[in-house]
């Protein structure tokens, strides 16, 4: 009555099919690596011929070979600058994160609480960040403390929204399957609601660990000596273009491989399809 | 013998801002131990919740109900009845055995009682012998619902409550998980109570039929399911089984 292995291999053409899907699943995995590749060169062909075509100056615009050559002969500059960076970013990111998930759990357990302050986060969440920086400064100093600050604080908004809709979105059913079971509020929230919160998680972790990024570095626009925000700053004061760029790709290299961490580690944890998908 | 379930008078209202909905108005029943009742009824009818009262997920505005003698909450806490939904309710991050272990988990941990199935083996008892280790995205709507099942029977319990479990999946599998069930009822010996609205599933499933009526939710009428024991899907051709499908059609008409 079931279908099994030996059944299925009986088919004649099915050797064939499966070859078949198999090429073209590769010619698509190709196409997929392919396609991206040749369109960012071909922007940076077009970057290049406006540059030269259009004869722009250095201190306006510079080209993609001025920029390369300034990445490799400016490399331990912009390292050296982008560690603090990074440092601020992975700091915020983590501090604002995990205050966000503690707070979604309060939110969740404690209406009450939901109620009185959700409208303060809400309110916070709506000063822009460039106006959010210079409070911090003044309130947290010169160092690192308010770069990590801005930094937390813009990755908080998005996992607390998240982290509070993953909780409460249990099946409804599964809930009252735990209530039949007479599984208590910790066992709920263990076995059901953080398990089934992670793809939400995971989908603000994403918005977060770029937001981080730009969170330090608007930070270092502010009073900074080092990091890639300052030296952006530096650069452009300088007309230094090239320098420019180049820190500009440095950063958001940065905050690329950031993003591709979290989507491994999503990969890793998630590994169930969710129910409905977020 | 003696009642397995007991309901007597039973209300419920639910007030909304905007109206107050009676879903049940003074619903008896009872089934016996070992008994495998079918509640019928259309949409609206409050089948649903009159089995969420039996199971403490609602708490009745009037009325009595015990369960084995004992209040549903205290009958919830033993651990007395299973309860299986009409979406199967799987955490889908958990393999099909790991859901059917779930209720030794939660609830304060417990050890299965002496002599009763463990999960594999429940899980071969609803036809699932290999797809221990699957997740809930790899299994079909039926076999899903067979893993509930086998959830819901963990531990042995004296009663499994049924909310139109089967109501999702199509005819074919529904047949058959139709047969496969009574024959688990024969084997386990659980007392059932079962809704659905289907008047076939009714009446080839239970050894009575309760029918309800809607707007508000209330008794209409108790039918006897005079059939053997042993059932197969050809019982539906039969003249007994037509006549009494008939008949729970009028009763049926005549809630209206």
């Known amino acids: ?278 | 013998m003696s009642a397995a379930v007991e309901c007597r008078g039973v209300t419920v209202r639910f007030v909304t801002d905007r109206r107050t909905v009676t879903a049940l108005r003074d619903v008896s029943m009872a089934v016996e131990a070992g008994g495998f009742l079918s509640l019928l009824g259309p949409s609206g009818c409050g089948k649903s919740t009159l089995l969420r009262v039996v199971a403490d997920l609602v708490k009745p505005s009037a009325g009595d109900v015990s369960v084995f003698g004992m209040a549903p909450a205290a009958a919830r806490a033993a651990r007395t009845l299973g309860f299986v939904f009409q979406d199967a309710a799987l955490l889908p991050w958990r393999t099909a055995l790991q859901n059917v272990e779930l209720p030794l988990e939660v609830g304060g941990r417990r050890e299965l009682p002496k002599g009763a199935p463990t999960p594999r083996e429940l899980l071969k008892l609803v036809g699932l012998e290999g797809w221990e280790n699957s997740f809930p995205h790899e299994l079909s709507g039926g076999m899903r619902q067979r893993v509930s099942i086998a959830r819901a029977l963990l531990g042995g319990p004296r009663l499994l409550l049924m909310d139109e479990p089967f109501g999702a999946l199509d005819e074919i599998t529904r047949d058959r998980l139709n047969e496969e069930l009574r024959r688990v009822w024969q084997e386990t010996g659980t007392t059932i109570l079962f809704v659905t609205h289907s008047v076939y599933e009714a009446v080839f499933l239970g050894e009575q039929v309760l029918v309800l009526a809607a707007n508000p939710g209330r008794n209409a009428a108790l039918v006897t399911v005079d059939l053997p024991r042993d059932r197969d899907l050809s019982i539906r051709e039969t003249p007994a089984f037509t006549t009494i499908v008939s008949g729970l059609r009028d009763s049926l008409g005549r809630g209206h």
């Open chain 1, 1 to 278: 009555m079931s279908i099994t292995a030996d059944t299925l291999m009986d088919d004649p053409g099915l050797k064939e099919a499966e070859a078949a899907h198999e090429r073209a699943r590769r010619r698509l995995a190709w196409r997929r690596r392919l396609l991206p590749v040749a369109g960012i060169l071909s922007m940076l062909l077009l970057w290049w011929c406006l540059v030269y075509i259009l004869e722009v100056p250095p201190f306006v615009a510079p080209s993609p070979v001025a920029v390369a050559t300034t990445l490799v002969a400016k490399w331990p500059i912009l390292m050296a600058n982008l560690v603090p960076t990074a440092i601020e970013a992975l700091v915020g990111f983590a501090l604002g994160n995990i205050v966000a998930i503690i707070i979604a759990t309060v939110f969740v357990h404690r209406k009450t609480v939901e109620e009185a302050f959700f409208p303060v986060v809400v309110l916070i969440n709506t000063i822009p960040v460039v106006a959010k920086a210079p409070i911090l400064v003044l309130l947290l100093g010169n160092g690192m403390e308010p770069k990590i600050a801005i930094a937390a604080l813009i990755c908080f908004f998005p996992t607390l929204v998240n982290m509070v809709r993953g909780l409460e979105s249990v099946n409804p059913q599964a809930m009252e399957l735990m209530r039949v079971l007479s599984a208590s509020e910790r066992e709920i929230f263990f076995k059901l609601r953080l398990r089934n919160s992670l793809p939400y998680l995971f989908s603000a972790l994403k918005i977060a660990a770029s937001t981080a990024v730009i969170g330090a570095i608007v930070g270092e626009w502010i009073g900074s000596t080092t990091g890639i925000g300052a030296l952006i700053i530096q650069s452009m004061y300088n007309f230094d273009s090239a320098m420019l760029y180049a820190t500009v790709i440095v950063g958001s290299a940065f905050s690329v491989a950031f993003f591709g961490v979290i989507i491994a580690v999503e990969r890793l944890v998630v590994r169930w399809q969710p129910a409905n998908p977020v």
